[in-house]
């Protein structure tokens, strides 16, 4: 068992192996766009991430229901 808690690669290869594609897209799609709003001059990521997240929170629940 790897203490405290698992490495990158283990949850990778978890990810990869038990989640949904699609769903794996959508988050990094999120994250993406989430990383370049924070590193953006000048731009807030509340203004940015707000029209975005409702759509994302239900491509997530669609994929989980799959």
Known sequence: M???FP???SLARY??????????EALLERLSRELEAHLAPGSSPEE???SGEAGDEARV?????G
């Open 2 to 4: 790897e203490e405290p």
């Open 7 to 9: 490495s990158h690669q």
């Open 15 to 24: 990810a990869v192996q038990h989640l949904d594609p699609e769903l794996l």
């Open 48 to 50: 940015e991430g707000a």
């Open 61 to 65: 629940r669609g994929g989980l229901g």
